[in-house]
């Protein structure tokens, strides 16, 4: 039982961070119809910076809000510099597209730093603490926990309660009559791109410790996880990927720990595989919406 | 083209190639075969995604569902007795059984889907290979499953070495494979498919039956990818899921797409520049007086850089690939022959030519399947 209740800690801690990824991936499909596949190579490169500033300053969160700021920038000249071109007309050629960014980041990355695996630190113990005798979250898991779920609300308010958040729907769900009314939906597609980019590479940055290290390919399985639980969740639906999120990362955290390791990606594949099955566009998509 | 003439044209190009392995050296033949067997699955991908509008970033790893199947096959027939030639053509026949039930469960996901969510479902595939391998226990894990040598057969030893013989052996294989794609292609299941992925509303009220069309593209891309996988392990003599990671799934995308989608001498072409650019890179930078440290990092990552930036440039700005470069460039010669259109129109043909070299078709568009105005897929009544 302490041993199930560990593992459902793990799971939910894991889980938040799928869901913040998972996030930034739910915001560019909303705004460009885009999947982002090149998620997890943009984000490692803003860790990349993110370690570097940290080594340079000696504190961790100045790296923490240089790895924030550089994923924007990397989402900004993305957006700019390559998606622009992808094909409104054919869902394919943005994925292409995405792809070759991947290979190009990568190997870039590789060029640059090497491939071999870096060793960072968390900044917080990563020992379980009890509690009344039973192991449950890490220090740094909690610190996880709040700083995703407080990004994710931060997000939430700014969609839900302001101008800018306003103008970003509108962009998004009816970028015809937005245009009309004087959203620059441009801009807008843009600021959208900014926003998941950042996200996206704090999520990484706060994976990266737990994980075997910085190395180029770094955030794969981080982006395949997190592309699974948004499809689980429905590619629209910001709620369906947090919910998602920690469905996903406590059903790998029970499969690790009692089945092994090596079969988590197998029991990944096999809850996409179901949820496809039963609902192609995910358990929370809301298709009428997106028609409308 | 009708089906005489791809056979013979197959035919033709098959004695031709094996012609042309007398004049290579072992290490060139031995790329030659790596070429071929990769030619098996760009050649598959290409007609899946050119012809049928499906996107599929997981062939490496119906490539190693073929790899697999032929060498549990040939292990236990080797343990059985059997040798030479039978072995091999049940061995093969296993990898494009094993393959293709893969390929048709991906197929029937496939088929309800669309654009990234197949994506990603086959991405995901590709990803857990190394997952599956390790947890079976007929897959030994990371290091694969060895195969019985197979050397050149008696009459033939004293004239040719094994390289050469590899390299036949893998020629024939992707003939009949691309052989095979190329009667679909011209067939009447090619028209199909085309008719599905412009548009699939319009298709099946044409009688057609979307999702089977589908579900077929996908069983014969991935046979064909499980024969490349088969030639793949016969060559290199061994099978390991380290050979079929998420970057040879990336690279045979980028090959279909810079040979030109949908275009079968695109996916040679594409195959050729596979097994060359790395190797023309490492060549490169060994000859550069650079650091070894520098040449350590580059060997590798640079060739994948060039890929990467060539997919991103062709996507963007020459949707045509190599062969659609070629064919423009026939159209140029048969327009100059030509005398000039009136009005803009050659004006017109000259600068864009390179890049829209069959019109519409060759569009970033016709890379998937027509989307409607507001950007959302065509959904199949049955879905409603």
Redesign the interface.
């Known amino acids: 039982m302490d041993r199930f209740v560990f593992l459902l800690g793990t799971g939910l801690a894991r889980g938040t961070l799928f869901a913040l990824f998972a996030l930034a991936l739910v915001l560019i499909?909303r705004a460009t119809?885009?999947?982002n596949?090149a998620a997890g190579a943009m984000a490692i490169v803003g860790v990349y910076v993110g370690v570097a500033v940290t080594g340079l300053t000696g504190s961790y969160w100045w790296g923490l809000v240089a790895t924030v700021l550089a994923g924007g920038v990397v989402g900004l000249v993305v957006e700019r510099g390559?998606l622009r071109?992808?094909?409104?007309?054919?869902?394919?050629?943005?994925?292409?597209?995405a792809?070759?960014?991947?290979?190009?980041l990568?190997?870039?990355l590789?060029?640059a730093f090497?491939?071999q695996h870096e060793p960072v630190p968390a900044p917080f113990s990563d020992r379980p603490l009890r509690v009344g005798g039973v192991p449950l979250l890490s220090p740094y898991d909690v610190f996880v926990v709040i700083v995703a779920l407080g990004l994710m609300a931060a997000l939430r308010l700014l969609f839900v309660r302001t101008t800018l958040g306003l103008q970003l729907r509108a962009a998004a769900f009816a970028p015809e009559v937005a245009r009309l009314l004087g959203v620059r939906v441009a801009r807008m597609r843009t600021v959208g791109w900014v926003l998941a980019a950042a996200a996206a590479s704090l999520a990484a940055m706060l994976a990266v410790p737990k994980e075997l290290g910085l190395n180029p390919h770094a955030a794969?399985?981080l982006f395949?996880y997190a592309?699974?639980v948004a499809?689980v969740g429905g590619?629209d639906s910001p709620g369906g990927a947090l919910l998602a999120g920690l469905t996903v990362g406590v059903v790998m955290s029970l499969v690790t720990g009692y089945l092994?390791a090596?079969?988590?990606?197998?029991a990944?594949?096999v809850l996409?595989?179901v949820v496809?099955?039963v609902r192609?566009?995910g358990l929370f998509a809301q298709a009428e919406a997106?028609?409308a | 083209m009708n089906a005489r003439r791809t056979l013979l044209l197959a035919l033709g190009g098959l004695v031709l190639a094996i012609g042309l392995t007398f004049l290579l050296d072992p290490y060139r033949n031995y790329q030659l075969a790596l070429a071929a067997a990769y030619l098996c699955a760009t050649a598959g991908l290409t007609v899946l995604v050119g012809l049928s509008g499906q996107l599929s970033l997981g062939h490496a790893a119906l490539m190693a569902a073929g790899g697999y199947g032929y060498a549990l096959t040939s292990q236990a027939l080797t343990s059985a007795g059997v040798n030479g030639v039978p072995r091999f053509l049940a061995a093969t026949a296993a990898a494009a059984v094993a393959a293709g039930v893969l390929g048709l469960l991906l197929g029937l996901a496939g088929a309800r889907l669309h654009g990234p969510y197949l994506a990603g479902l086959t991405l995901t595939l590709v990803v857990a290979v190394p997952a599956v391998a390790a947890s079976v226990g007929a897959l030994q894990g990371d290091r694969g499953v060895r195969i019985q040598f197979e050397g050149v057969p008696g009459p033939l030893k004293a004239l040719i070495a094994l390289e050469q013989w590899q390299a036949w052996v893998a020629l024939a294989v992707a003939a009949v494979a691309v052989t095979g794609l190329a009667l679909v292609r011209d067939g009447r299941t090619g028209l199909r498919m085309r008719a599905v992925r412009d548009d699939e509303v319009a298709a099946a009220l044409a009688g057609i039956a979307p999702a089977r069309v589908k579900v077929l593209a996908f069983v014969v891309s991935s046979v064909t990818a499980g024969l490349g996988g088969a030639v793949l392990t016969f060559v290199t003599q061994s099978v390991s899921p380290g050979a079929y990671t998420v970057s040879l799934s990336l690279l045979l995308l980028v090959a279909v797409v810079v040979g030109g989608l949908g275009s079968l001498l695109g996916a040679a072409l594409g195959a050729v520049l596979l097994v060359l650019l790395p190797w023309l890179v490492g060549t490169l930078t060994d000859v550069l007086p650079l650091p070894s440290q520098v040449t350590q990092r580059l060997d590798g990552t640079l060739a994948l850089l060039i890929f990467g930036l060539l997919l991103i440039v062709l996507v963007a700005g020459a949707p045509g690939g190599l062969a659609g470069a070629l064919t423009a460039a026939r159209a140029r010669r048969r327009a100059r022959g030509r005398p000039p259109a009136p009005g803009r129109t050659a004006a017109r043909l000259a600068p864009t030519a390179g890049d829209d070299p069959t019109g519409p078709a060759a569009r970033p568009g016709s890379v998937g399947p027509t989307a409607t105005r507001s950007g959302e897929p065509v959904r199949t009544p049955t879905e409603g």
């Not at chain 1, 071109?85 to 597209?97: C, E, H, K, Q, T």
């Not at chain 1, 792809?99 to 190009?104: P, R, T």
């Open positions: 499909w119809r885009i999947v596949f390559v071109f992808a094909s409104a007309r054919s869902p394919l050629s943005g994925v292409i597209l792809i070759g960014l991947v290979i190009v990568q190997s870039l590789g060029i090497g491939q794969d399985m395949v592309f699974t499809v590619l092994g090596t079969l988590a990606p197998v990944v594949l996409l595989v496809l099955l192609p566009s997106r028609r």
